[in-house]
Protein backbone atom coordinates (compact mmCIF):
# COMPACT_ATOMS: atom_id res chain seq x y z
CA UNK A 1 0.00 0.00 0.00
CA UNK A 2 3.13 2.39 0.59
CA UNK A 3 5.36 2.93 -2.00
CA UNK A 4 7.73 6.08 -0.14
CA UNK A 5 7.81 7.83 2.85
CA UNK A 6 9.04 11.39 2.46
CA UNK A 7 10.63 13.41 5.08
CA UNK A 8 11.92 16.96 5.13
CA UNK A 9 15.24 17.96 6.17
CA UNK A 10 17.38 21.40 6.15
CA UNK A 11 20.65 19.26 6.94
CA UNK A 12 20.67 15.96 5.04
CA UNK A 13 24.00 14.79 6.61
CA UNK A 14 23.21 15.47 9.69
CA UNK A 15 19.79 13.95 8.80
CA UNK A 16 21.68 11.04 7.35
CA UNK A 17 23.68 10.39 10.41
CA UNK A 18 20.72 10.32 12.78
CA UNK A 19 18.69 8.35 10.71
CA UNK A 20 21.60 5.63 9.48
CA UNK A 21 21.98 3.98 12.55
CA UNK A 22 18.61 3.73 13.50
CA UNK A 23 17.66 2.18 10.18
CA UNK A 24 20.25 -0.38 10.36
CA UNK A 25 18.42 -1.49 13.65
CA UNK A 26 15.31 -1.42 12.17
CA UNK A 27 17.10 -4.15 9.72
CA UNK A 28 16.82 -1.57 6.72
CA UNK A 29 19.83 -0.66 4.23
CA UNK A 30 20.80 2.55 2.86
CA UNK A 31 19.49 2.26 -0.57
CA UNK A 32 21.06 5.75 -2.30
CA UNK A 33 22.58 8.92 -1.23
CA UNK A 34 22.65 11.86 -3.51
CA UNK A 35 24.54 14.97 -2.13
CA UNK A 36 23.33 16.78 -5.42
CA UNK A 37 19.60 16.53 -5.75
CA UNK A 38 19.95 16.53 -1.60
CA UNK A 39 18.38 13.09 -0.55
CA UNK A 40 18.53 9.90 0.83
CA UNK A 41 16.40 6.50 0.91
CA UNK A 42 16.49 3.80 2.59
CA UNK A 43 14.40 0.05 1.56
CA UNK A 44 14.02 -3.17 3.20
CA UNK A 45 17.18 -5.40 3.98
CA UNK A 46 16.14 -7.43 1.48
CA UNK A 47 14.78 -4.80 -0.74
CA UNK A 48 11.66 -3.29 -2.89
CA UNK A 49 9.42 -1.21 -0.98
CA UNK A 50 8.32 0.96 0.68
CA UNK A 51 11.37 3.19 0.80
CA UNK A 52 11.92 5.69 3.83
CA UNK A 53 13.51 8.90 2.15
CA UNK A 54 14.74 12.05 3.54
CA UNK A 55 15.32 15.33 1.85
CA UNK A 56 14.96 19.21 0.86
CA UNK A 57 11.69 20.05 -0.01
CA UNK A 58 11.10 20.47 -3.81
CA UNK A 59 9.87 23.87 -3.75
CA UNK A 60 13.48 24.74 -2.51
CA UNK A 61 12.12 26.12 0.90
CA UNK A 62 12.20 25.47 4.28
CA UNK A 63 11.45 21.82 5.75
CA UNK A 64 8.91 22.18 8.57
CA UNK A 65 7.37 19.56 10.56
CA UNK A 66 3.75 19.17 9.89
CA UNK A 67 1.31 19.98 12.05
CA UNK A 68 -0.69 16.10 12.94
CA UNK A 69 2.12 14.59 11.14
CA UNK A 70 3.50 11.39 12.18
CA UNK A 71 5.70 8.30 10.32
CA UNK A 72 5.63 4.84 12.67
CA UNK A 73 8.48 2.66 11.90
CA UNK A 74 7.16 -0.70 12.77
CA UNK A 75 9.64 -2.88 14.95
CA UNK A 76 9.90 -6.92 15.34
CA UNK A 77 10.15 -6.56 18.91
CA UNK A 78 9.76 -4.21 22.09
CA UNK A 79 13.33 -4.39 22.86
CA UNK A 80 13.98 -2.93 19.11
CA UNK A 81 11.53 -0.12 20.00
CA UNK A 82 13.34 0.17 23.51
CA UNK A 83 16.52 0.32 21.30
CA UNK A 84 15.44 2.88 18.72
CA UNK A 85 14.03 5.45 21.56
CA UNK A 86 17.10 5.79 23.17
CA UNK A 87 19.35 5.70 20.28
CA UNK A 88 17.36 8.83 19.28
CA UNK A 89 17.67 10.75 21.94
CA UNK A 90 21.08 10.16 22.43
CA UNK A 91 21.34 11.57 18.75
CA UNK A 92 19.31 14.36 19.88
CA UNK A 93 15.88 13.79 19.13
CA UNK A 94 13.56 15.23 21.72
CA UNK A 95 11.11 12.33 23.23
CA UNK A 96 7.59 12.74 22.59
CA UNK A 97 6.83 9.70 24.56
CA UNK A 98 8.62 6.80 26.59
CA UNK A 99 8.45 3.14 25.34
CA UNK A 100 5.59 1.70 26.81
CA UNK A 101 2.34 -0.08 26.42
CA UNK A 102 -0.73 2.06 24.64
CA UNK A 103 -3.51 -0.17 25.22
CA UNK A 104 -5.82 2.23 24.39
CA UNK A 105 -4.51 1.57 20.93
CA UNK A 106 -4.80 -2.19 21.41
CA UNK A 107 -3.51 -4.34 23.94
CA UNK A 108 -0.27 -5.12 22.45
CA UNK A 109 0.36 -2.32 20.94
CA UNK A 110 3.85 -0.89 22.28
CA UNK A 111 5.00 2.07 20.85
CA UNK A 112 7.73 4.76 21.73
CA UNK A 113 7.82 8.46 19.74
CA UNK A 114 9.99 11.11 19.39
CA UNK A 115 11.13 14.47 16.82
CA UNK A 116 14.08 14.13 14.88
CA UNK A 117 16.70 16.93 14.01
CA UNK A 118 14.09 18.59 12.27
CA UNK A 119 11.04 18.15 14.12
CA UNK A 120 9.57 15.54 12.24
CA UNK A 121 7.48 13.16 14.76
CA UNK A 122 8.28 9.54 14.77
CA UNK A 123 7.05 6.81 15.82
CA UNK A 124 8.54 3.08 16.61
CA UNK A 125 5.95 0.48 17.24
CA UNK A 126 5.63 -3.06 17.80
CA UNK A 127 1.78 -5.10 17.58
CA UNK A 128 2.95 -8.19 18.42
CA UNK A 129 2.51 -9.73 21.86
CA UNK A 130 5.76 -10.60 23.72
CA UNK A 131 7.64 -13.87 22.99
CA UNK A 132 7.96 -15.50 26.82
Request: glycine content about 12%.
Amino acid sequence: MISHIHIGTNDLMAAKRFYQPLMVRLGWRLRFCDLDRGWAGWEPAEGGRPLFLLGRPQDGGIAAAGNGTMVALLALDRTTVDDIHRMAIGAGAANEGDPGLRPHYHPDYYGAYFRDLDGNKICVCCHAAPID
